[in-house]
């Protein structure tokens, strides 16, 4: 995407509006993911919707390479809009792991360690394609990831 410097701020006051525009739309796509996660049935439902959360948020490549570097040289960024936004995100996962762990669903975890490595996981499998080291997986590729 091109846009000029002088053609953003025409819509956005300011480098926060910006950041806060980018994780307002990704939030409400997490957000949709997380009110799905509770209606997943199997293991293999949840490999199918992380693949499509993985879809979208590398589709959304470019917006999200502004936010890790704005939240690694900014630490108001990395608290106010990353983490803060994690966190309920990591409840959640918590949450669906204890429930699927107590039905039998999923072998028994520390539902906050299998959240949080869960998490890693998942950002450690699509860091290369966000800083482009890398080419973006075909749906196969990411199922076998």
Do not use: H
Request: include cysteine; charge should be negative.
């Amino acid at each position: 995407m091109d846009i000029g410097e002088c053609s953003l701020y025409g819509y956005y006051a300011s480098k926060q509006e910006v950041l806060t525009a980018i994780l307002s739309q990704q939030a409400e796509m997490m957000d949709a993911w997380l009110a799905r996660i509770n209606d997943l049935k199997d293991p293999q439902s949840f490999v199918d919707l992380a693949d499509l959360l993985m879809e979208r948020i590398l589709t959304t490549s470019t917006y999200n390479r502004v936010v890790i570097a704005e939240a690694w040289s900014d630490d108001e960024v990395l608290q106010v809009f990353v983490l803060t936004r994690w966190q309920p995100i990591l409840e959640r996962l918590q949450a669906f792991l204890s429930e699927k762990s107590a039905t039998g669903i999923f072998r028994p975890i520390d539902p906050r360690l299998g959240a949080r490595m869960i998490m890693t996981t998942f950002i450690s499998m699509i860091l290369p394609f966000l800083r482009g080291m890398e080419p973006l997986p075909s749906p196969a590729e990411r199922q076998a990831l």
